[in-house]
């Protein structure tokens, strides 16, 4: 009594049964186990052994030949029972199709699977978020995370690393923030900040939507729908928050600017800045600005915000791109949104499509997400580098729903609504100046190779030119961001001949440079 039957079947001499105890209802169901009944000589008496560990919500269940229990659970995956307690088999991968957002850092990929509706609505997703790492993946969720199981949080937005204090905060529409050391957690609501409970909504519900640090490593925080929708956490601690002139607390996607103002996504009206002043206590000196299509916007309905490497905004739209050149001049001459010279017309970028996500690279380029795959654009929007969809690469869905940039090996991560692909870009992190150990590889090069040379470790976007011993120029290019490739192809379009090859680099305003070489085998 109390158990529903979920699948009954008769394999080897055995029946099986898998089953739950309690509702159906989604979340409601927790407590699974598998019975195994095997006859005895008696008519219709049977022998059970249960099998419980690991089981919590089993929707089939079967014995082999060899007595080996398979357990098939909605929420843990295939479970090989060979005694009493189960191994995981689950393909190396995520745990879910889902992509809300990422954060590529360091050799790190962060992946929430949550989010929120376009209406501000809950996903009510119990997926969790994710961490990929030297090639494996590590799952969060209710089942194997106590903080989220027992406060059920749900709807995860966005991971937010912060290197320089070991931490990882993570939002959750619904929950608040987590806070976590790679040890433990730490859960930030309305009990312990000054997160607000959504208006209209059931009481303890906490909308944490976006997360960013300034430079001061003060934690931003948009707190959908709260009466006061904008929160910060010093490195001390301390919590503020705030409330801007607009009456519209729709908030979200915040970034931070080079002048530490805060741009804000408001759901269906624009954006909207805010600048502080110089005390986070002092709510006199603050300064609030709406931009819309007044101000150049193709459409009010924002979709994204990325600051490149010049400190331009770039805005994705449902109709396209625009940027703000002039951030800074927001609350004293004003600032209007840009469009490109595209084919001799000024036009917004990729003014046909909607924009779901827009990263920026090493080298200051542009990758764009759409509905309709992803675009490479150069570092001022009017050139476009690729293109690439379904039918053309190895990309999982044309809908895009986030993409990041590990700047430390340059791979490209692209969220779709079937799963996650990256793509091995060529642009690094870079510094003003060469570092102390620049890297040709590979070095030598071999007759069997025939990929790129790349150049590792120069100034950020210096001028490299490759010579043979005699000083005759082979190739000269551009680095992207502190890296520069070669396809050991030289100027008459052939192979290069065997020999020892020079590099110089020089950065952008000529201050630093440097010589390194390298050895390359042609084959014959």
């Given amino acids: 009594e109390g158990w529903l039957v979920q699948s009954l079947d008769a394999s080897n001499g055995k029946l099986v049964l898998a089953e739950m105890e309690g509702s159906l209802e989604v979340g409601a169901a927790s407590n699974g186990k598998v019975s195994v009944l095997t006859p005895t000589e008696s008519m219709g008496s049977f022998e059970e052994r249960e099998y419980k560990e690991g089981v919590f919500r089993p929707k089939d269940a079967y014995v082999d030949a060899n007595g080996i229990v398979w357990v098939c659970d909605f929420w843990q995956g295939l479970l090989r029972y060979d005694g009493d307690f189960p191994s995981l088999i689950i393909p190396e991968g995520p745990y879910n199709n889902a992509v809300f957002s990422l954060k590529a850092k360091n050799g790190k990929l962060w992946v929430a699977a949550g989010g929120f509706k376009p209406d501000l609505d809950y996903q009510r997703s119990r997926a969790g978020f994710f961490l990929y790492e030297n090639g494996t993946w590590r799952d969060f969720r209710n089942v194997n995370t106590p903080i989220i199981g027992e406060n059920d949080l749900q709807d995860f937005t966005q991971i937010l690393p912060i290197t320089s204090e070991n931490k990882i905060y993570i939002a959750s529409y619904g929950g608040g923030v987590l806070e976590y050391d790679g040890t433990s957690f730490e859960r930030w609501d309305g009990t312990n900040s000054t997160l607000g409970e959504a208006a209209g909504d059931v009481e303890g519900q906490y909308r944490v939507s976006s997360l960013s640090v300034d430079r001061q490593r003060n934690l931003w925080v948009t707190n959908t729908l709260a009466a006061r929708p904008v929160s910060v956490k010093t490195p001390a601690g301390k919590w503020y928050s705030f409330k801007p002139t607009i009456s519209n607390t729709s908030l979200y ?272």
């Fill in 253 to 524: 996607g915040i970034i931070v600017d080079l002048f530490d103002q805060k741009w804000m996504i408001v759901n269906n009206a624009g954006i909207l800045v805010m600048n502080t002043g110089a005390d986070l206590e002092n709510t006199g000196d603050d300064d609030y600005a709406l931009l819309t299509t007044s101000n150049g916007l193709p459409t009010n309905e924002v979709n994204c915000l990325a600051l490149d490497q010049d400190g331009f905004i770039w805005v994705g739209t449902q109709s396209g791109v625009t940027v703000f050149y002039c951030p800074g001049s927001v609350f004293t001459d004003g600032c209007t949104a840009s469009r490109f010279n595209i084919g001799g017309r000024s036009l917004y970028l990729l003014k046909d499509n909607i924009i779901t996500s827009i990263a920026v690279d090493a080298a200051n380029r542009k990758w764009i997400g759409t509905t309709t795959g992803v675009w490479l654009m150069s570092d001022d929007g009017e050139e476009t580098l690729a293109y690439y969809n379904t039918e053309n690469s190895p990309l999982l869905s044309n809908v895009i729903s986030a993409i990041t940039i590990d700047g430390q090996t340059g791979e490209v991560f692209i969220g779709t609504d079937q799963g996650i692909i990256s793509f091995q870009g060529s642009a690094l992190d870079a510094g003003p100046t060469h570092s102390e150990e620049v890297l040709v590889y590979p070095n030598p090069v071999r007759p069997e190779y025939t990929g790129d040379i790349a150049i590792k470790g120069l100034a950020r976007n210096a001028y490299v030119k490759i010579t043979d011993v005699s000083g005759n120029l082979v190739h000269e290019t551009r680095a992207q961001g502190g890296q520069a490739v070669w396809n050991g192809v030289d100027y008459t379009g052939r192979r290069a001949s065997t020999g020892v090859y020079l590099v110089f680099s020089v950065n952008s305003d000529g201050s630093d440079n440097l010589v390194s070489k390298f050895v390359f085998v042609r084959g014959e």
